[in-house]
């Protein structure tokens, strides 16, 4: 199916176009019913949300004019693959007071960039790191 008519009606997409989501092991949604998860083919793998389907979520809240939803969404496709334990420790380093000063972030930002192909996600915490130190915000408080 061609991805490149979706709008805003097609939101939310696991109900509206089921045949466009697949989990990351490509499952459909209606092969993921409890008979399924009784017998053991359903994994854990199977319930995580793909880039794809952030993608075409993001490709949605273009085309209903919700700009900053869809930048939610793409950088939300760059993430997947990033560890949670690392994605925690930039959370962690973008709370007030939490990193030293800028060179953190900037360090976290060129990571994401060339280990994760992030570029949305690096440029928004370059954006972070600008308006930390605008505002003071670098001053340890811990």
Do not use: C, W
Not at 48 to 73: D, V
């Amino acid at each position: 199916m061609d991805t490149e008519m979706l709008d805003a009606q097609d939101y939310p997409l696991a109900e509206k176009r089921r045949d466009l989501v697949r989990g990351r092991r490509g499952k459909s949604l209606d092969e993921l019913d409890l008979a399924a998860v009784e017998n053991g083919e359903v994994v854990m793998e199977d319930l995580r949300i793909t880039a794809r389907a952030l993608e075409l979520q993001a490709k949605i809240a273009h085309t209903g004019n919700r700009k900053k939803l869809a930048e939610n969404f793409e950088r939300g496709a760059e993430l997947v693959e990033v560890p949670q334990e690392y994605l925690m420790e930039i959370y962690e380093l973008l709370r007030p007071g939490r990193a030293r000063d800028r060179s953190v972030l900037e360090k976290v930002a060129e990571n994401l960039r060339a280990t994760y192909n992030a570029n949305y996600m690096a440029e928004f915490i370059e954006e972070a790191a600008e308006v930390y130190e605008a505002r003071g915000l670098f001053a340890s408080r811990f």
